[in-house]
T-cell receptor, first 112, second 114 residues
Framework: DQQVKQNSPSLSVQEGRISILNCDYT??????FLWYKKYPAEGPTFLIS?????DKNEDGRFTVFLNKSAKHLSLHIVPSQPGDSAVYFC???????????FGQGTRLTINP | NAGVTQTPKFRVLKTGQSMTLLCAQD?????MYWYRQDPGMGLRLIHY???????AKGEVPDGYNVSRLKKQNFLLGLESAAPSQTSVYFC?????????????FGSGTRLTVV
């Protein structure tokens, strides 16, 4: 039972344009949502998070949007840069839980 | 640099062999995790620990054992390796408190079982 789903295995975007990565979840009890970025041969690194009491969180070029009614979150990267090329994982957890549940990941490629 | 260190980085095993993957963190984190990453499957939790001397099963625990004898170390053991255990293994840790702060991951161990 995949509770967190990233239905797009890959995404290609031109440098300078907006990248939008999507994530859907099935468990309405999730309270926290996070995005991780992973480069080849490295571990994932934390990028940005949002709690269920918000619908938007910004950090520089990165913005995460949460639509609780649709059980959907998205990560916007504006403007996209070549260094943003990586695999992006979304993750979720309930308050008080001990572990994150991860999606399958989306490989983002930024083309010059 | 403070962080999570995984040993070894690469390993090739023959079917039936055993090995132990070591994860060490120097951030005094209470929680530690072992994940495996496979194409199209994302990160799946194998085992985790909520403190020294504790362990618990994750989504895919079969074929693996773990130990947390010291707070800073979390060991993942494969008693009899199988080709299905070919994967990239990531260790992670986090401090106590709300999960929204996320994990700190190690750089991974690439294991091939032939």
């Amino acid at each position: 039972d995949q509770q967190v789903k990233q239905n797009s295995p890959s995404l290609s975007v031109q440098e300078g344009r907006i990248s939008i990565l999507n994530c859907d979840y099935t468990n309405s009890m999730f309270d926290y949502f996070l995005w991780y970025k992973k480069y080849p041969a490295e571990g994932p690194t934390f990028l940005i998070s949002i709690s269920s009491i918000k619908d938007k969180n910004e950090d520089g070029r990165f913005t995460v949007f949460l639509n609780k009614s649709a059980k959907h979150l998205s990560l916007h990267i504006v403007p996209s840069q070549p260094g943003d090329s990586a695999v992006y994982f979304c993750a979720a957890a309930r308050w008080g839980a001990q572990k994150l549940v991860f999606g399958q990941g989306t490989r983002l490629t930024i083309n010059p | 640099n403070a962080g999570v260190t995984q040993t070894p980085k690469f390993r090739v095993l023959k079917t039936g062999q055993s090995m132990t993957l070591l994860c060490a963190q120097d951030m005094n984190h209470e929680y530690m995790y072992w994940y495996r990453q496979d194409p199209g499957m994302g990160l799946r939790l194998i085992h985790y620990s909520v403190g020294e001397g504790t362990t618990a099963k994750g989504e895919v625990p079969d074929g693996y054992n773990v130990s947390r004898l010291k707070k800073q170390n979390f060991l993942l053991g494969l008693e009899s390796a199988a080709p299905s255990q070919t994967s990239v293994y990531f260790c992670a840790s986090r401090r106590d408190g709300i999960l929204g702060y996320g994990y700190t991951f190690g750089s991974g161990t690439r294991l091939t079982v032939v």
